[in-house]
């Protein structure tokens, strides 16, 4: 079992970096697939980005998402440039167990763990 914490939100202007972090219990964080996902208000949550076991592998929904993970700090890191008032959201972070290691999943069904989340309001 895995607690996910995240960090790093908070208000941004449009055309801003921000780097969100999502920080893992547990000496084997880094055996899990980790995903970011997004809520705005009113919307569904929606996939960003997700990387794969070990951080082999990773895909977002655009170029404006990066995301990478330091499991020697058990953490993973969302990356987003050139923000838009459209990623006005709370984002979470997700963690799947026993992932193997070149696999990413971007469903939410297929993810076993959830952070709290951390709110992202973007200002023009």
């Known amino acids: 079992q895995v607690q996910l914490v995240e960090s790093g939100g908070g208000l941004a202007q449009v055309g801003d970096s921000l780097r969100v972090s999502c920080t893992g219990s547990g000496p084997t964080f880094s055996s899990y697939c980790v995903g970011w996902f997004r809520q705005a208000p009113g919307r569904e949550r929606e996939f960003v980005a997700s990387?794969?076991?070990?951080?082999t592998n990773t895909y977002s929904v655009n170029g404006r998402f990066t995301i990478s993970r330091d499991d020697d700090k058990n953490a993973v890191y969302l990356l987003v440039n050139s923000l838009q008032a459209g990623d006005t959201a709370v984002y979470y972070c997700?963690?799947?167990?026993?992932?193997?290691?070149?696999?990413?999943?971007?469903?939410?069904?297929?993810?076993?763990?959830w952070g709290q989340g951390t709110q992202v309001p973007v200002s023009s």
């Open positions: 997700a963690a799947r167990e026993n992932a193997p290691p070149v696999l990413y999943y971007w469903q939410t069904y297929e993810f076993d763990y």
């Open positions: 990387i794969s076991a070990g951080g």
